[in-house]
């Protein structure tokens, strides 16, 4: 079974540009989430879609932060314009059930570095 | 408000010698608790779950973590650490089973 595929791996940008990240869960998974993770912490929750509605987007930095799931299934976050604070490796999870009871299986990430 | 506490931003035993990963939560629902590892340049990986059935529960690896409601407790322990289990512990609360929420994480260093 695939796992859940995130791209690009890494990408480095300056300071006001825009930057995009691709995410496909794994096949049937009706839940996906967007974390940040800024070195030394834990992930921070982002957004949550339930199927293709958004369930939590409560720390969505939502002035220069989007994310959409068309169709159910793949996932695109995107970023305009950057801060330097955005530095983090970005991570994408996908559950197959819509509780959180169900355990998340993650990517690999993708780590943004903002100069 | 829902919270995790983990206790220690790092840990560093003997090979052979007790784990001990400590975990509190604050949760105003009946919580989900998970355990989360990340090893260097790894997908984060569950370790075990506690979703309101048995208190103590097993993992991969040889983990375990008991759930004390009294405490708010939610400590991962291993009896023997092995040099494989260097890497990040995550301790996460799903509070009644929505949000997630993520400690800070532990680095276990482990010592040949």
């Known amino acids: 079974e695939a796992g859940v595929a995130q791209s690009p791996r890494y990408k480095i940008i300056e300071k006001r540009q825009s930057v995009a990240f691709w995410c496909n869960p794994i096949s049937g998974h009706a839940t996906l989430y967007w974390y940040q993770q800024i070195l030394g912490q834990g992930p921070k929750l982002l957004i949550q879609?339930?199927?293709?509605?958004?369930?939590?987007d409560s720390q969505l930095p939502k002035d220069r932060f989007s994310a959409e799931r068309l169709k159910g299934v793949d996932s695109t976050l995107k970023i305009q314009p950057a801060k330097l604070e955005d530095s983090a490796v970005y991570l994408c999870?996908?559950?197959?059930?819509?509780?959180?009871?169900?355990?998340?299986?993650f990517g690999p990430g993708t780590r943004l570095t903002v100069l | 408000a829902q919270s995790v506490t983990q206790l220690d931003s790092h840990v560093s035993v003997s090979e052979g010698t007790p784990v001990l990963l400590r975990c509190n939560y604050s949760s105003s629902y009946s919580p989900s608790l998970f355990w989360y590892v990340q090893h260097p340049n790894k997908g984060l990986q569950l370790l075990l779950k506690y979703t309101s059935a048995a208190t103590l529960v097993k993992g991969i690896n040889g983990f375990e973590a008991e759930f004390k409601k009294s405490e708010t407790s939610f400590h991962l322990t291993k009896p023997s650490a092995h040099m494989s289990d260097a890497a990040e512990y995550f301790c996460?609360?799903?509070?009644?089973?929505?949000?997630?929420?993520f400690g800070a994480g532990t680095r276990l260093f482990v010592k040949a």
């Open positions: 999870a996908s559950s197959i059930g819509t509780s959180g009871t169900n355990e998340q299986f």
């Open positions: 879609f339930q199927n293709n509605g958004v369930v939590d």
């Open positions: 996460v609360v799903s509070p009644g089973g929505f949000k997630t929420i």
